[in-house]
């Protein structure tokens, strides 16, 4: 039996990590539910994974032991406009052994997640 995903990211202010989440994945910010720890991101369209940011009291203080893989097509670009929303690089590009390369990122509130390339070629600098 497949099991159902949720990705909850946690978040020491929900309303303001939730639009960075929503612009970054093409999502768009729900609602908070009525004690304010849960703030949903609705999906573009059917069968996209569920995405949510929870509110909790604790700073983070140590790396992600789960985090996310964005793939995409222009890695670059895509890299540029999350900087430009608020993310931050961690290090330089890091090349696979199969040839593809991802550039570790954090969101504003310093969870790491990658952005990786769907091409094959290696990545340039910035």
Not at 16 to 36: E, K, Q
Request: hydrophobic share 35%.
């Amino acid at each position: 039996m497949a099991a159902r995903i949720e990705i909850g990211i946690d978040s020491n202010d929900p309303e303001t990590l939730a639009l960075f989440w929503a612009r970054a994945l093409g999502y768009r910010v729900g609602d908070l539910d009525s004690d304010g720890t849960y703030l949903d991101l609705v999906p573009p369209a059917p069968g996209h994974p569920v995405v949510y940011i929870q509110r909790v009291v604790e700073p983070k203080v140590a790396k992600n032991r789960l985090h996310l893989d964005l793939f995409v097509r222009d890695a670059p670009r895509e890299i540029a406009r999350l900087e430009s929303l608020g993310a931050t690089r961690s290090g330089g590009p890091v090349t696979g052994s199969d040839g593809g390369w991802w550039q570790v990122m954090a969101d504003p509130e310093g969870n790491e997640f990658c952005v990786c390339s769907e091409e094959e070629e290696g990545p340039t600098e910035p």
